[in-house]
């Protein structure tokens, strides 16, 4: 099975899942209506889509509900401008559902998050449409770039200095 979400950076969110014995992540875009676009283009908010990952997954191992709270316990929903210090509506949290069922609990999830915190939640609840895989240096970048990933995840507020 496959799942989308976009929780800003796809670059700090991807670890995250491989933990919980999602069998592959893939960093890319999602939302917009631009075909196969490009990292710059995306960042410089000029297509319409989010930065996304889509999680391959086995559903005896995780469960997609598994997978909304694994998502929901490392974004800030909260922030309807992005993500920590990354701005802009390509960094703005999305579920993109490819089911009835899977749209049902991510507004399930959105509504109880409101009701908790007695405050407005930032993630929209959209139909999947496409994902464009992003380039292959943004693929494992934690694995790829190590120090320039803690130093991202530090610089960025998701993760607290030592």
Known sequence: ???????????????????YGVDKVVSGYSGGDEVNPKYEAVK???????????????PKKVSYSQLLEIFLANVDPYDGEGQFIDKGFSYTLAVYYTSDEEKRLAEQSVKALEAE??????????????????????????????????????????????
């Open 1 to 19: 099975m496959r799942a989308y979400f976009a929780g800003g950076c796809f670059w700090c969110v991807t670890p995250i899942y491989k933990i």
């Open 44 to 58: 410089a908010q000029k297509t319409g889509h989010r930065e996304t990952i889509m999680l391959e997954y086995d």
């Open 117 to 162: 915190a007695g405050k407005p939640v930032y993630i929209a609840v959209e139909p999947f449409k496409s994902f464009y895989e992003a380039e292959e240096y943004h693929q494992d970048y934690y694995l790829k770039n190590p120090e320039a990933f803690e130093k991202e995840m530090v610089e960025s507020g998701r993760k607290k200095r030592k």
